[in-house]
């Protein structure tokens, strides 16, 4: 089993910065890709920011140039560092991993989510 401990976020003024954390424990044997994913009330849980294991990283189109995520593969963490914070933004946001156990098979995490609230 695998756990996904998030920390981080909650209220920031319009133009404010917030950062996220996210760090994974247990059976782990490599992790495929980490990343974080939102969900605002009444809408679909959408990509935020992906980091992949061979260093390349995705972002969705409306948090490019404002979000950063980074990634320590030897600890098994994953950050997002939220500038220019819109209200918009305003969401629960979801780590997520995609991760290689000792058995090699693959398996899909999320963390419990951590709110994040932007005032305008």
């Known amino acids: 089993q695998v756990q996904l401990v998030e920390s981080g976020g909650g209220l920031a003024q319009a133009g404010g910065s917030l950062g996220l954390s996210c760090a994974a424990s247990?059976?782990?044997?490599?992790?495929?890709?980490m990343g974080w994913y939102r969900q605002a009330p009444g809408k679909q849980r959408e990509l935020v920011a992906r980091?992949?294991?061979?260093?390349?990283?995705n972002y969705a189109d409306s948090v490019k140039g404002r979000f950063t995520i980074s990634r320590d593969n030897a600890k098994n963490t994953v950050s997002l560092q939220m500038n220019s914070l819109k209200p918009e933004d305003t969401a629960v946001y979801y780590c997520?991993?995609?991760?290689?156990?000792?058995?090699?098979?693959?398996?899909?995490?999320w963390g419990q989510g951590t709110q994040v609230t932007v005032s305008s």
């Open positions: 997520n991993a995609l991760v290689i156990g000792f058995d090699r098979l693959t398996r899909n995490y």
């Open positions: 980091s992949t294991s061979g260093g390349s990283s």
């Open positions: 247990g059976s782990i044997s490599s992790i495929n890709a």
